[in-house]
């Protein structure tokens, strides 16, 4: 009977902890799940007026639902932790692929395996243990009279708005505002692909004859270079803003010492804390790409991309992507002549967390098989910075461009360094480690154009995205930097004039913010 009784308690425990559970990663905390649920006061009653077989089936499908709907808060609170929005059951299924190879890269294959393991089980086992445990509970439930008393209660404290652990309330519906919430959702991600089809149709530069296009760029070489996490929070927040205020200051100096003037302001990003790849789609289509659905459909499609602009228009198209490590079949979409993957950069070094490579590498082979090839045409360019990206715990240092090498001379930089578990156990080590990886970043940046930058480079350097809410301490804004970097002063005045961007490398809180879908269209338009 004792043991009876022990089982009992902890399938209690367990259906309380499922239906309380919070919806904000903020409010996790013990006291949080001490509420009363009124999904299980519905289900008692329900389970009370049921008997026998009924009553079991019921109990064994209700059971099974609870458990499928802890999986959905467990994976809605790992979004809002790492992406900084909620958990789409349609859309962000084709993501597990992209956690995979992060875990992959990041951590080892052997851990990458296990944690794929954990889950698999967890998806199954959690809808079986919930079931079990409710229909163990379905034999053993209050009389009316005590459900009733216990519904009073919920009503009083619904109405009052009591609560045990502020700002979450004692009277808790999480599960079903959860379920709610999902419903209502799936039909209108089920519809996205229509409506993205819809949107995506009207193109007014489809068709554009090439000798249309970007007539004020002629003979220009126009490169877009993307920083890896590289958000408002990085300029803005207390933490990171003095330092990274200071790079951005002096870099904007180096840069004037070598003759180029530089022009910033904001893009709102359609993501946060990863998916690099959507952001990079948006800015390219002039399309909101923010699932993978969406980047599917374009991907498959003929929409008119920046970098087939600078193709059409007579340039080699070329992509520096040490991030990509897998056969990379949309670089036909996109117009790019040849792309360098991981693989194909010649990297010899070790790896900086998920950074196969440092950014100052990656500019340097660059600089060797595109903009420093004698003989070349005008350039159009791509460049994936990745130093600072997730999960942050190793930063190369800056070196002489010529003690750079096949990159062998990186491992200094890593030796005894701790490993990532360790350095994650203290946010402020991982904050820091976030700010100066930025701040390598821009700085390789910086020192490649003042060294190697000709009159006609037209640099485009921006955020991706901002970092996940760790970084930036629960920020809501999707806001990244955005600037163009050249000696050509008609460029220059023509973006100060007509975007009101500001002088420098660091936008002020002033600066224009444009969403990122709408800068291929105002390039095109002013560069026309």
Not at 102 to 114: C, D, H, N
Not at 167 to 177: I, T
Request: contains cysteine; proline residues 7%; glycine residues 10%.
């Amino acid at each position: 009977m004792g043991v009876g009784w022990v089982l009992t308690a902890l399938a209690a425990v367990l259906v309380l902890g499922a239906l309380t559970a919070p919806g904000e990663v903020a409010e996790l905390a013990p006291e949080a799940f001490l509420r009363i649920p009124v999904e299980a006061l519905v289900g008692a009653a329900v389970l009370l007026v049921l008997r026998g077989r009924a009553r079991r089936i019921a109990a064994l499908a209700g059971g099974a639902a609870i458990g499928v709907l802890v999986i959905v808060r467990i994976a809605d609170l790992g979004f809002r932790a790492v992406l900084a929005r909620g958990f789409d059951p349609v859309l962000d299924l084709p993501l597990l692929g992209n956690a995979a190879d992060f875990l992959t890269e990041s951590y080892g294959r052997v851990a990458a395996i296990s944690a794929m393991i954990a889950a698999a089980v967890l998806a199954v086992g959690i809808p079986v243990i919930m079931a079990l445990a409710v229909r163990r509970l379905a034999g053993r439930l209050p009389g009316v009279r005590a459900l009733g008393a216990v519904t009073v209660v919920w009503l009083v404290c619904a109405v009052t708005g009591a609560t045990l652990a502020p700002p979450v309330p004692l009277a808790s519906r999480s599960a079903a505002a959860l379920a709610v919430s999902v419903g209502r959702q799936i039909p209108v991600s089920l519809h996205d692909e229509q409506e993205f089809a819809r949107i995506a149709a009207d193109d007014k530069f489809a068709g554009t004859p090439p000798d249309q296009l970007l007539t004020a760029l002629k003979g220009k070489d126009v490169v877009v270079a993307y920083v890896e996490s590289y958000g408002r929070s990085a300029v803005e927040d207390p933490q990171y803003a003095p330092q990274i205020g200071a790079t951005l200051a002096a870099g904007t100096s180096s840069l004037a010492g070598a003759g180029f003037g530089s022009r910033s302001g904001w893009l709102t990003s359609p993501i946060a804390g990863g998916g690099s790849w959507l952001a990079h789609a948006t800015l390219l289509s002039g399309l909101w790409i923010d699932n993978q659905q969406r980047y599917r459909s374009l991907t498959t499609s003929d929409r008119l991309t920046l970098s087939r602009v600078f193709q059409q228009t007579g340039r080699e198209t070329v992509g520096i992507m040490p991030g990509t490590t897998e056969p990379w079949p949309e670089s036909r979409f996109y117009g790019v002549d040849s792309y360098f993957d991981a693989h194909g950069l010649g990297y010899r070094g070790p790896g900086f967390g998920w950074s196969p490579m440092p950014d100052q590498y990656a500019l340097a082979r660059f600089q060797e098989l595109a903009y420093g090839k004698p003989g070349r045409g005008p350039l159009g360019g791509e460049i994936t910075l990745t130093s600072s990206h997730t999960p942050w715990v190793a930063v190369p240092a800056l070196r002489p461009w010529d003690e750079i090498g096949d990159g062998s001379t990186y491992a200094s930089d890593v030796e005894g360094l701790d490993a990532p578990d360790v350095i994650w156990e203290n946010p402020d080590r991982v904050r820091t480690n976030y700010r100066e990886s930025v701040e390598y970043s821009l700085n390789s940046l910086v020192s490649w154009v003042q060294d190697y930058g000709g009159d006609d480079l037209v640099l485009v350097v921006l955020g991706d995205h901002q970092p996940s809410p760790m970084i930036t301490h629960d920020s809501p804004n999707h806001d990244v930097p955005i600037s163009i970097v050249t000696r050509d002063q008609q460029v220059l005045d023509t973006v100060g004039q007509a975007w009101q961007w500001q002088p420098g490398l660091a936008p002020g809180p002033d600066a224009p913010v444009w969403r990122m879908d709408a800068f291929r269209d105002r390039f095109l338009n002013t560069f026309r």
